[in-house]
């Protein structure tokens, strides 16, 4: 003998819930959607250009670190929220002609004594490390001499420091020149890298 109860679950049909189909998106839909992504993506390439400058190497003045025609990115933003440091490579508009940009490494920092002295650089008396230079600076590109800089000046050198032109000559470049620091090597691809100070001594 069934039970009433046992005869309504046997007389339960499972009924899977009705789906919804979604809408379809009529033709100004799609236009307003594909509109949009243009926007997104305008707004993004704007946003990379404002915040980013692409920098073509130029000449040995940086080798061993960075060679000629290797591309650079170099960001805008990184020295809005602190102040370049000493081993950071930066990329700067050239003092005595401004629409010139060059590319060196931070040496000596606002307020700082350099001083080269037998070919070596001193920073307020301290001799510096120096592992990233490609060879020992000869007499004739490295002359003793001292160089007291100003509040907002730095003082610049390149890696290569026999085929560099530099601070030695034009003195310490002032914060407003500076437009960046090298943050990315993305050319040729084999050499693809994040810089950070590359080969600089970390305290």
């Not at 997104?40 to 190497?57: E, M």
């Amino acid at each position: 003998m069934v039970s009433d109860t046992q005869s309504i679950q046997l007389n339960t049909v499972a009924v899977s819930p009705k789906r919804i189909p979604r809408p379809r998106l009529g033709r100004w839909g799609a236009i307003r959607e594909l509109f949009d992504l243009i926007v997104l993506v305008g707004a993004i390439y704007a946003l990379v250009n404002l915040s980013t400058v692409r920098f073509v190497v130029r000449g040995s003045s940086m080798e061993p670190t960075f060679h000629d025609d290797q591309l650079l990115l170099v960001s805008r933003i990184n020295y809005l929220l602190s102040d370049p440091q000493r081993g950071d490579i930066v990329v700067f508009h050239y003092p005595n002609a401004p629409t010139e940009d060059y590319i060196k490494r931070i040496i000596g920092l606002p307020g700082e004594t350099v001083e080269i002295r037998d070919q070596a650089v001193y920073i307020n008396g301290v001799k510096l490390y120096e592992p990233y230079i490609k060879e020992p600076c000869m007499t004739y590109s490295c002359p003793d001499k001292t160089w007291q800089l100003g509040d907002d000046e730095y003082f610049v050198m390149g890696d290569n420091r026999n085929r560099s032109s530099d601070s030695r000559s034009f003195n310490g470049v002032k914060r407003q020149f500076i437009v960046g620091e090298v943050v990315i090597r993305y050319w040729p691809p084999s050499d693809w890298g994040i810089v950070d100070s590359i080969n600089f001594p970390k305290p």
